[in-house]
């Protein structure tokens, strides 16, 4: 369990031992709890009014209320190519917040650390830190996106590529499976964020709080809209590298038919010299040979200039 208190005079603080009393902070201070892994151990810490409201809102998904406290769950990304992600619970009431998260992101951390003792974060309600935390994981997620974006543009220059030897197919696999990974975590977070902004749960929610909300609900779609449209791109470099594949493919198959009648032609030619017939130029000695030998070379060339001319392949 990790406790930190947020004071607008710049006194944050890690608190240790017994939390305080929330109705006993005043204004101006933020108290953020994350119960951690073990939250059945660690929720029998808590002050009695924060406990019982914890126990009955831990299981929220949508946004739920209890003693006017929202408590609802979004799926949140542990870490970049993980396999999948933390579910976290938040539960907020005026100038408390408690997080129970199956792993603690190091994102919190970060977030802790950044404007250290400046007291902005002691301004904030408990509802708006909340919504600032899953706001700065989108974030995250945003970055992931345009570098798997530019790894997708990067890979179609390579695909284009006319002496290209490598598969690409495991490349491709790659940024796919990082994709639907972060397209799940944005959809973990749909049902908690178009809760939060529902005008019947608003109703139940500090005017202030209302702005911060609908900004979330816009940060969402415009993330939703990302992924949707860098599984797009990632559809289209496997479409290209496919036509490519293809491509390849039909000029292998053009040289081998030209292959064929170049060895068709010679082997016709060596077919009817080789007949047992007793003809003039079977009596030529050298001269028939070479006349022979240079006209099949001959021929022989002159399909490929002409496949060459016609680019056949």
Not at 32 to 43: H, K, N, Q, S, T
């Amino acid at each position: 369990m990790k406790t930190t208190l947020f004071d607008a005079d710049g006194q944050d603080c890690d608190v240790t031992g017994h939390e305080p009393d929330p109705t006993s902070l005043g204004d101006g201070r933020l108290l953020w709890i994350d119960l951690g892994r073990e939250a059945a151990v660690a929720v029998q810490l808590l002050p009695l009014p924060i406990r019982n409201t914890v126990e009955a809102l831990s299981t929220a998904t949508q946004a739920q209320f209890y003693d006017e406290a929202c408590g609802f769950s979004v799926e949140l990304a542990a870490a970049h190519h993980a396999k999948s992600g933390t579910s976290c619970v938040f539960i907020a009431k005026d100038n408390w917040m408690v997080t129970i998260c199956d792993d603690r992101p190091a994102l919190f951390d970060d977030y802790l650390r950044g404007d250290r003792g400046a007291g902005l974060k002691g301004r904030m309600s408990a509802l708006s830190l909340a919504a600032s935390l899953i706001s700065i994981f989108n974030e995250a997620t945003r970055t992931e996106l345009a570098t798997i974006e530019n790894q997708a543009d990067n890979l179609d220059e390579e695909i284009l590529r006319a002496r290209e030897r490598r598969s690409l197919l495991l490349t491709l696999a790659t940024l796919r499976r990082r994709t639907s990974y972060l397209r799940q975590i944005v959809a973990g977070q749909r049902a908690a964020v178009l809760s939060l902004s529902r005008a019947d749960t608003l109703a139940q929610i500090a005017d202030a709080d209302h702005e911060p909300l609908r900004q979330l609900r816009a940060d969402y779609e415009r993330l939703s809209d990302e992924v949707t449209r860098v599984r797009e791109t990632i559809i289209g470099s496997f479409e290209l590298y496919t036509a490519r594949v293809a491509h390849d493919a039909n000029r292998l198959l053009k040289a081998l038919t030209i292959a064929t009648v170049i060895t068709g032609v010679v082997g016709a030619v060596a077919g009817i010299f080789g007949m047992n017939f007793d003809t003039p130029i079977s009596h030529s000695g050298l001269t028939g040979f070479h006349i022979v030998t240079w006209s099949m070379i001959g021929i022989s060339v002159a399909v490929a200039a002409v496949a060459v001319w016609r680019r056949w392949f």
